[in-house]
């Protein structure tokens, strides 16, 4: 079976996505992002699955694909917010290297914007985001490998200490 060489995990905001990038880029691997393939799955944005399908249906789409991602993708794999909801998906989890991408409030408001099409944070997001990370925060822990701390650090800051958490080396190292 094939795996990736890590999985990034945090909330929004946190920076799996830039920070996937980047540590691919260094690790001369790939980069694939399960809400990216969901969207293309369903053919549609994930603000508009919430809204056609309900919160269930992407839940099972997504499980769905962090299944496919992880049995297919050797290289950095970035999960959605709310994949680690999912017992199976964390059961997943538990064998690969996995790095929850740990963020303050005041950081992911920055990045994601209170504007931004997040459906779980459109009503009241700051509130709405410390109650995700309360039901959150210790299913990440749990599949954690290793956390990084993203507070005042640059993406580029976050993918070295990310290399460093694990110990994986660059083609350049």
């Known amino acids: 079976m094939t795996a990736p060489v890590l999985v990034l995990v945090g909330p929004p905001g946190s920076g799996k996505s830039t920070v996937g990038r980047a540590v691919a880029e260094r690790l001369g691997v790939g980069f694939r992002d399960t809400d990216a ?30 299944r496919a991602a992880a049995g297919t993708h050797t290289g950095v794999l970035a999960l959605g917010g709310g994949a680690v909801m999912a017992g199976p998906t964390r059961e997943l989890l538990r064998d690969l290297p996995v790095v ?30 410390r109650e995700l990370m309360e039901a959150r925060r210790p299913l990440y822990l749990e599949v ?19 290399l460093e958490a694990l110990e994986l080396k660059t083609p350049h190292d």
Do not use: C, M, S
């Open 100 to 129: 929850f991408l740990e963020v303050p409030l005041a950081d992911a408001v920055k990045r994601v914007g209170l504007d931004a099409p997040r459906p779980l944070l459109a009503v009241n997001p700051r509130a709405r985001w």
């Open 37 to 66: 393939d969901i969207e293309a799955r369903a053919g549609k944005p994930i603000p508009d699955i919430f809204v056609d399908e309900g919160e269930p249906h992407f839940r099972e789409l997504e499980q769905a694909a962090v």
């Open 144 to 162: 954690a490998t290793a956390v990084v701390d993203t507070a005042g650090r640059t993406p580029e800051q976050v993918a070295d200490a990310v």
